[in-house]
């Protein structure tokens, strides 16, 4: 989607906070069931990335993807009624929260396989190389996923065939319970750029116009020929990795510290910096988004359920034994 300014990417920020917000308590109430991962505390770079981003270009996510899609312009709407599984939702309330996408809108899909988007990736970049399109690839990843086959494997082909793609890592300091201290063998995932020959980048993952400048100039350098690029954007993940995670793993004082350098609050304070009418912006923009959730809330609720009788709509092998 087409973010006008910094005020526009605030409104989007503050959206995705309160989207998962709302997630997160449903999830505790028992009205919505499955799994979820949420992404407090790193909504500066999925807004950062969107607002980077030519409307051609394409986009691949992860498991942790609600503020990927809502900073690609998914409709907070439909993407509530996929989490309530009713028949109004991105995958007519078969999938849930790791399945959504809109290819409309350059999404291709959350991702419940750590890494694999990127293989999906590389084929969407091959693609836009071979005819030549001018779209370029955006494609994130965890740090975890950086200690996959995959990625290696990917950035391989990627950098060997000049591949228009920008690998953008949200290091967040945690994949499940490890610390990347215990995780990584460098504790720099831009320097795994070297081994491939191409440019690696680390950034502030909590400042937006940091993640938006850098994948600016990526997604330039990617269009420009110059193929494969990668962007490591540091942040940290304020809530749990899913439900349930009573984050024994770290302490309350370390996570009181990362709180105090959230992004939501930071591009607040720039603004308020920076514009005298911030203030009453700002609150018009919270409210706006307080409103935005509570209407694709009850748009879940008052949907239908999905027909049993569609069960094996859209399947590979739909004349399944019924007995
Ligand atoms: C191939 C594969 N291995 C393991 C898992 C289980 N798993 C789900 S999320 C996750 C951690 C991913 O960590 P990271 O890439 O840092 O992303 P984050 O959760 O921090 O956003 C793992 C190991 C999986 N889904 N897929
Ligand atoms: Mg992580």
């Excluded at 996929?82 to 409309?104: C, H, I, P, V, W």
């Excluded at 950098?159 to 990347?180: D, F, I, K, Q, R």
């Excluded at 954007?233 to 004082?253: F, I, M």
């Excluded at 069960?311 to 004349?319: S, T």
């Amino acid at each position: 989607m087409t973010f006008h300014s910094d005020f526009d990417c605030y409104g989007r920020m503050v959206l995705i906070r309160r989207f998962e917000e709302a997630v997160e308590r449903l999830f505790s109430e028992g009205r919505i069931t499955g799994t979820a991962h949420v992404c407090i505390g790193q909504e500066a770079i999925a807004v950062g990335m969107a607002a980077a981003m030519q409307p051609n270009d394409a986009f691949t996510s992860t498991h942790r993807g609600h503020g990927h899609f809502l900073a690609m312009g998914g409709d907070p709407g439909r993407m509530m009624a996929e989490m309530f599984g009713k028949a109004t939702g991105y995958a007519y309330g078969r999938a849930g929260s790791q399945m959504m996408s809109d290819l409309s809108l350059g999404f291709y899909g959350a991702n419940g396989i750590t890494a694999g988007s990127m293989g999906l990736a590389c084929g969407l970049a091959l693609q836009a190389q071979y005819h030549n399109t001018g779209r370029v690839v955006v494609c994130t990843i965890g740090d975890g996923a950086s200690n996959e086959g995959m990625f290696h494997e990917s950035l391989n082909l990627a950098a060997l065939w000049h591949l228009p793609l920008v690998v953008v890592c949200e290091n967040n300091g945690y994949a499940m319970s490890t610390p990347l201290s215990v995780g990584l063998a460098n504790q720099s995932i831009a320097a795994r750029a070297a081994a491939y020959g191409i440019t690696g980048t680390a950034v502030d993952g909590n400042s937006l116009s940091a993640v938006r400048d850098a994948v600016s100039l990526a997604l330039t350098q990617a269009r420009s020929g110059k193929g494969l690029q990668l962007v490591e954007c540091h942040t940290y993940r304020l809530s749990g990795h899913s439900k349930g995670d009573k984050r024994e793993y770290r302490s309350p004082a370390e996570e009181a510290a990362a709180w105090e350098n959230e992004p939501l609050a930071r591009l607040a304070a720039e603004l308020e910096k920076q514009y005298p009418d911030a203030p009453g912006r700002i609150a018009q923009l919270n409210q706006q988004a307080a409103e935005t959730i509570a209407a694709a809330i009850e748009f879940a609720v008052s949907s239908p359920d999905p027909d049993p009788s569609t069960v094996c709509d859209d399947l590979f092998a739909p004349h399944l034994p019924t007995a």
